[in-house]
């Protein structure tokens, strides 16, 4: 079992940077492919982005490919999201998530664990 809970969201302008943590309980965080999705009104969940469990390996969206970044911190149990060059497009319910996946995927349904989001707002 793995609970997430994620920070680091807010208002910011278009072109500037925010950076979302997701911290994880328990002491199988390293075992965990984690990922990245977004929701915006009226549109379904999509992936943002991913990272296998060791952080070697990383798997983005195309829209978000080159301004986001994802890392991850297995001894402290926690998985970022470094986004910069926001654009109003980017303004979203942003959910880390794990899966027992053995790699990165995009695929929502193979995420088992789930946060409660934090909201980004990027304006124009």
């Known amino acids: 079992q793995v609970q997430l809970v994620e920070s680091g969201g807010g208002l910011v302008q278009a072109g500037g940077s925010l950076r979302l943590s997701c911290a994880a309980s328990?002491?199988?965080?390293?075992?965990?492919?984690m990922g990245w999705f977004r929701q915006a009104p009226l549109k379904e969940r999509e992936f943002v982005a991913a990272?296998?469990?060791?952080?070697?390996?990383?798997k983005y969206a195309d829209s978000v490919k080159g301004r986001f970044t994802i890392s991850r911190d297995n001894a402290e149990n926690t998985v970022y999201l470094q986004m910069n060059s926001l654009k109003p497009e980017d303004t979203a319910i942003y959910y880390c998530?794990?899966?027992?996946?053995?790699?990165?995927?995009?695929?929502?349904?193979?995420?088992?664990?789930w946060g409660l989001g934090t909201q980004v707002t990027v304006s124009s």
């Open positions: 998530a794990a899966t027992a996946y053995p790699i990165e995927t995009i695929v929502v349904r193979l995420y088992r664990f």
């Open positions: 990272i296998n469990r060791n952080g070697s390996s990383t």
């Open positions: 328990g002491r199988t965080f390293s075992s965990y492919v």
